[in-house]
């Protein structure tokens, strides 16, 4: 299983972008799916958590800013980001919960991490 995020880039602040992450691979089912960041010398913290059934979940920071959804068919999360501010800059994880037999157990997968920069 392998997750691919993209879309990140250089904007101005006020600026948005639109952030994608596709799961591939043996797949039988994703529950939750979700964003992170990492800024240099932070540590990873939570953006926005998505469940199957549609119920999201935002860091204060982002409330009211970032958007996330998903295609179920397309096994992909997107986070559109809006308004954005140059302490939004961070690198962008993507994470999913998945089962890749019938019985067997939830491994939760990451994407490599797409760079978003946003200067003032």
């Known amino acids: 299983v392998q997750l691919q995020a993209s879309g990140g880039g250089l904007v101005q602040a006020g600026g948005s972008l639109r952030l994608s992450c596709a799961a591939s691979?043996?797949?039988?089912?994703?529950?939750?799916m979700g964003w992170y960041r990492q800024a240099p010398g932070k540590q990873r913290e939570l953006v926005a958590t998505?469940?199957?059934?549609?119920?999201?979940n935002y860091a204060d920071s982002v409330k009211g800013r970032f958007t996330i959804s998903r295609d179920h068919a397309k096994n992909t999360v997107y986070l559109q980001m809006n308004s954005l501010k140059p302490e939004d800059t961070a690198v962008y994880y993507c994470?999913?919960?998945?089962?890749?037999?019938?019985?067997?157990?939830?491994?939760?997968?990451w994407g490599q991490g797409t760079q978003v920069t946003v200067s003032s």
């Open positions: 998505i469940t199957s059934d549609g119920r999201t």
């Open positions: 994470n999913s919960e998945i089962r890749t037999t019938r019985w067997g157990p939830v491994y939760v997968y």
């Open positions: 691979g043996s797949i039988f089912s994703m529950s939750a």
